[in-house]
């Protein structure tokens, strides 16, 4: 415990008395104990408990969301115990770096500026048939690469960026049309990613998706599939179809819209002149 002791001044008669108050004696000790301010007894002892207090419990996820937020490095946001201070065009372009998405029920922030260069990744491919049923194109060639050191990040953003512009892109029944050609290993998104963006997206588009169609599927992606399809529902296994050129690709779906990737274009002529070159040395 600790005294505190108060002087104040008094006039007496027309003199001035000092007159010294005492504190009592207050333990700050955190028991149950007779001096403890933590008695039993609110009104005389200013009991704090600590169970009526409006704090989130180890199990609640009131703060799941801070999980969102990008990391700042240190060096980057405090230097010498200082903040960094920004000017008005700084805040103002960092107003511009988020934007928000709603995937299911939540909002998710998006940092914009990192995933600025694989932006391309989705794209709205126009329409088939009748109806507003929509060609989502996913083109892999413009996933960032593995070897970045921010690629963690870099992927939960663009997680969240794929799922919340697929919400807006669909508004009935649609495909996806997943361009795999020209994508080194490297770029590949994990099973995990894939799983995970078709686990996030609501019922209404898990159900309304009415084909996957992979264009140049690769060896290593076609024996992924066929690993995982015990894992996969029979309802999903029959909406994937493997194309294996754009000439195909395009008996089955209108292409005014789709936007092939000028990488895809070259690596298709490669292929060709390859084909051709080997056809002519047999």
Known sequence: GFCAS?????????TKVRKKLIAPDISLTLDHSEESV??????????????????PSENSNEFEWEDDLPKPKTTDVIRKGSLTEYTAAE???????????????????????AIE???KVISHGGYYGDGLNAIVVFAVCFMPESSQPNYRYLMDNLFKYVIGTLELLVAE?????????????????????????????????????????IVHPSWFIRTILAITKPFISSKFSQKIRYVFTLAELAELIPMEY????????????L???????????L
């Open 271 to 281: 292929f060709k002149h390859v084909l051709r070159y080997s056809i002519q040395n």
């Open 173 to 213: 029944n649609y495909m996806i049309v997943y361009l795999n050609g020209a994508t080194t290993r490297r770029k590949m998104p994990s099973l995990g990613w894939l799983r995970k963006c078709y686990q996030q997206i609501d019922r209404r588009l898990r159900k309304n998706l009415k084909s996957l169609i």
């Open 117 to 119: 260069p694989y932006k």
């Open 38 to 55: 933590l008695s039993d007894d609110l009104d005389e002892s200013g009991e704090i408990d600590l169970d009526d207090l409006d704090t």
């Open 6 to 14: 108060v002087r104040t001044c008094l006039k007496v008669n027309g």
């Open 258 to 269: 789709v936007g092939i990737p000028d990488c895809i274009k070259q690596y298709v002529l």
């Open 91 to 113: 805040e103002k372009d960092d107003g511009r770096r988020w934007r928000m998405f709603r995937i299911g029920e939540q909002d998710h922030r998006v940092d914009m500026k």
